[in-house]
């Protein structure tokens, strides 16, 4: 039985780790509520969280206070407001959209643009569930794929010509 393996008991069925992302969840929308363009500023997210004052039911706040960020888009909206969360995720959008529009032309270097926009999707989706401030290479991963896809678009590496 999956419910009585220890898996389950530790993982699973614990809840208190999801309360605590629900919670953060809510405080993070709170927060980037009080200063939506530019946020709180760098590195601030736990400092405001538990300075803020922001209430939850009883043994909930108690799960958010003991807790950090797990989503890195919510962190990047925190600490720096619409302005950083735009900067992070147009060029990504931008890029990822032009090479799903140029990899529907057969070419021999096609793989190359669909690994790329695979890549950069995992690292998107990778991005909710943690938080890449903890972490000192990861975050450059998409980036990477991102200037592979765009020198793929034929802007990356030599000026486009005028004709």
């Known amino acids: 039985q ?6 389950y008991a530790e993982r ?3 809840r208190t780790n999801g309360e605590a992302r629900v919670v953060l969840q809510e405080w993070s929308f709170d927060l980037a509520a009080q200063k939506p363009f530019a946020g709180w500023g760098y590195g601030s997210f736990d400092r405001v969280k538990n300075e803020a004052g922001l209430q939850a039911s009883d043994p909930r706040t108690r799960y958010g206070l003991g807790s950090t960020s797990h989503n890195t888009y919510l962190t990047v909206l925190v600490d720096y407001g619409g302005i950083g969360i735009a900067l992070l995720l147009v060029p990504w959008i931008v890029i990822c959209v032009r090479a799903a529009l140029r990899a529907r032309v ?6 190359v643009l669909v690994a790329g926009i695979a890549s ?22 998409p ?4 200037s592979l896809l765009r020198r793929e678009d034929g802007h990356g590496g030599e000026p486009v010509s005028a004709s």
Not at 2 to 7: D, E, G, P, R, V
Not at 120 to 141: E, H, I, N, W, Y
């Open 2 to 7: 999956i419910s009585t393996s220890q898996l």
């Open 120 to 141: 950069v999707v995992v690292a998107m989706l990778s991005a909710m569930t943690l938080d890449l401030r903890f972490f000192s290479f990861v975050p450059m991963v």
């Open 12 to 14: 699973i069925a614990e």
């Open 143 to 146: 980036w990477l794929f991102l």
């Open 106 to 111: 057969p070419s021999p270097d096609r793989w």
